[in-house]
T-cell receptor, first 111, second 109 residues
Framework: NAGVTQTPKFQVLKTGQSMTLQCAQD?????MYWYRQDPGMGLRLIYY???????DKGEVPNGYNVSRLNKREFSLRLESAAPSQTSVYFC??????????FGEGSRLTVL | RKEVEQDPGPFNVPEGATVAFNCTYS??????FFWYRQDCRKEPKLLMS???SGNEDGRFTAQLNRASQYISLLIRDSKLSDSATYLC??????????FGSGTRLSIRP
């Protein structure tokens, strides 16, 4: 019972490099989310996808792009990484009950 | 002002104590509320939903006060394993799920 799977778990980038965080869920949920978590800031929504084929900006979308490849997968791309994007990234999907199920997180450091 | 505000703590209490956290929200359109628990360097996990009538799950009790726009979490007979960060969440729509910054709880033997 995998739930929400994120990869990679850790990544170090240099400023200007690009990378994609992958996320997949096996719970047949329609809506998926990407959050970042910084000390003292709580979780802030980057992008979300209400259903396959749709994506919308959240609170902090600048510097990111997303793709909802199919119902299972929702990826987050950093085109040109900046030190301000050093953070822990969580992917989540939401059940009909309103419960969010999170992946284990991806710890990104941008030097 | 943050939409969902919590006292960051840390709350440091002895095992067996009762501890309570409050959380205030500013968006009166918020419909649903939750408490999540997050262990150090782990993902958040649902602790309990919060209902208007209040609800209890074992040693945990959650209350919602819509008039004053706050929710609370009470932990009775605290255990060492309760040490974690507790996140308050207000849900207005699928695109508007707002997390508080979390309250750190440390239970000492």
């Amino acid at each position: 019972n995998a739930g929400v799977t994120q990869t990679p778990k850790f990544q170090v980038l240099k400023t200007g490099q690009s990378m994609t965080l992958q996320c997949a869920q096996d719970m047949n949920h329609n809506s998926m989310y990407w959050y970042r978590q910084d000390p003292g800031m709580g979780l802030r929504l980057i992008y979300y996808s209400a259903s396959e084929g749709t994506t919308d900006k959240g609170e902090v979308p600048n510097g990111y792009n997303v793709s909802r490849l199919n119902k299972r997968e929702f990826s987050l791309r950093l085109e040109s990484a900046a030190p301000s994007q050093t953070s822990v990234y969580f992917c989540a999907s939401i059940a009909n009950t309103g419960e969010l199920f999170f992946g284990e997180g991806s710890r990104l450091t941008v030097l | 002002r943050k939409e969902v505000e919590q006292d960051p703590g840390p709350f440091n209490v002895p095992e067996g104590a009762t501890v309570a956290f409050n959380c205030t929200y500013s968006n009166s359109a918020s419909q649903s509320f939750f408490w999540y628990r997050q262990d150090c360097r782990k993902e958040p996990k649902l602790l309990m939903s919060v209902y208007s009538s209040g609800n209890e799950d074992g040693r945990f009790t959650a209350q919602l006060n819509r008039a004053s726009q706050y929710i609370s979490l009470l932990i009775r007979d605290s255990k060492l394993s309760d040490s974690a960060t507790y996140l308050c969440v207000a849900y207005s729509s699928a695109s508007k799920i707002i997390f508080g910054s979390g309250t750190r709880l440390s239970i000492r033997p």
